[in-house]
């Protein structure tokens, strides 16, 4: 038996000894007479272990543990400590040198908060600046009401928390060292509970027109920035642009409805605690309406722009073409008397430009073009986005081409039609002409495009 003992206490003895004892490489730092905790690693077969401290010298602790950790209370200052392993006959197998251990004043994480904030439940995430002491431990900061505990999230002198996750009440913010200290700053923030809009359902319909933005009021009680506003038809909900709360009982709401089709919508306010849906009148949204001129005011027009044309002589079947030919037109609508007759309107034309001929005695093949008439147009008075135009006109050519059949003019009728395009003071016209110039022998057809930005004075 005793052989049998001995055998195992020089296994132990070579174990220990051969591989050395595993401690911790570096002191831990304590705070504030908190406990020291010393660890190490444990050594196989190890029945228990030993540990002293001292100070200055001086051995004022000397204990023995089975496990790998000894707490001690010490207060600040620097101390010294090793560690023996112990057989299972209490002896000592091996042992550390003496380590260096500083234990440190903690610091208690004081800080404030310049600015407290009272927001409404769901408000999303706040943020706090944050003016606080260095210290060496980490610190945490909580929000605290009652038993209700949330930790925040610090970056850069920063604290950010959700408030989705918070309830109605007062909440202070604790600072809480990893050393057990901790420090609070009461009334930080308040949470109040989402009020109960009450909206004043009217009977009277709400009426816009289709493609247009909408803006209409509300009134009532217990209106915030937060609640939700609801359009809803037979074709789906209505997208909100905007919702501005003026106070607790005026509201604006701003409604994009370009895409909206006509037809009657609900409009719902849903809000509170419970989020109850409210009832707050109902839209009307109508297609846009056709605006029909009034009758009697007077109209002037300006029109400028391109009016390409070609000349056909019918003796040598020929086509002589215009170049860069420019076109002016002035109207003005007297706007009496009966509704067909309102659309009629005194119109002057001017063309100017250049054609292309047979050269002449200097040899030249370009010559100038200008032609003017009078005449009259008439058009449907409303306000359609096409409106066409028809008219009539007498004038004169100015050219080259009347000299060649010794005339100083060519005397022409015009026929015209064309359309108008948009329904602003700035539109676009795009029309045909058709003219008839007469010498003393033939007939020459003209004909020409006209490409025309029109803007009503």
């Known amino acids: 038996m005793v052989r049998m003992r001995m055998v195992i206490l020089i296994l132990i003895l070579f174990h220990l000894f051969g591989h050395g004892i595993l401690i911790a490489q570096d002191s831990v730092i304590g705070k504030n007479r908190e406990h020291v905790a010393i660890e190490w690693e444990e050594v196989t077969g190890a029945a228990s272990y030993r540990i002293q401290v001292r100070r200055d010298g001086i051995e004022f602790i000397d204990t023995k543990v089975l496990e790998t950790r000894l707490g001690l209370d010490l207060a600040p200052g620097n101390y010294e400590y090793r560690i023996f392993v112990l057989n299972p006959f209490g002896g000592e197998a091996a042992r550390s040198p003496w380590k260096n251990l500083r234990v440190e004043r903690a610091a208690t994480p004081y800080f404030r908060v310049p600015m407290a904030q009272s927001v409404p439940e769901g408000s999303g995430i706040l943020k706090f600046s944050l003016e606080e002491l260095e210290t060496e431990s980490p610190v945490e900061y909580w929000f605290l009401s009652g038993e209700n505990e949330v930790l925040s999230q610090k970056e850069n002198s920063i604290l950010s928390i959700n408030t989705e996750s918070l309830e109605p009440g007062l909440w202070d913010v604790e600072a809480r060292a990893a050393s057990g200290l901790r420090f609070s700053v009461p009334g930080v923030l308040t949470i109040t509970a989402k009020p109960e809009p009450q909206p004043e359902e009217t009977s009277e319909l709400i009426q816009a027109y289709q493609g247009k933005s909408i803006a209409f009021s509300l009134e009532g009680t217990g209106f915030y920035s937060g609640m939700e506003i609801q359009v809803l038809g037979e074709d789906g909900e209505l997208p909100i642009h905007a919702l501005v709360v003026k106070n607790a009982e005026m509201a604006t709401v701003y409604l994009d409805a370009r895409e909206a089709n006509p037809g009657k919508y609900t409009l719902n306010i849903m809000g509170g605690k419970e989020g109850v849906t409210r009832s707050a009148g109902t839209l009307l949204i109508s297609p846009p309406p056709v605006l029909e001129e009034q009758e009697g005011d007077s109209?002037?027009?300006?029109?400028?722009?391109?009016?390409?044309?070609?000349?056909?002589?019918?003796?040598?079947?020929?086509?002589?073409?215009?170049?860069?030919n420019a076109e002016f037109v002035l109207s003005v609508r007297p706007g009496a008397g009966l509704k067909f007759w309102s659309g009629f309107s005194g119109e002057g034309r001017i063309q100017v430009g250049m054609t292309s001929l047979v050269p002449d005695q200097n040899g030249n093949t370009v010559h100038g073009y200008f032609a003017y008439d009078t005449g009259f147009s008439w058009r449907p008075t409303v306000n359609w986005p096409l409106v066409p135009i028809l008219g009539l006109g007498i004038g004169n050519i100015d050219s080259q081409l009347a000299q060649s059949f010794n005339m100083r003019n060519l005397l022409y009728f015009r026929g015209s039609v064309g359309t108008l395009i948009g329904r602003k003071k700035n539109r676009f016209y795009i029309g045909a002409n058709v003219m008839v110039g007469f010498t003393e022998d033939i007939m020459l057809p003209i004909v020409s495009l006209s490409a025309l930005w029109s803007y009503r004075l």
């Open 299 to 324: 109209q002037w027009d300006i029109m400028v722009g391109l009016a390409p044309f070609a000349i056909i002589r019918t003796d040598v079947l020929t086509a002589i073409p215009g170049l860069l």
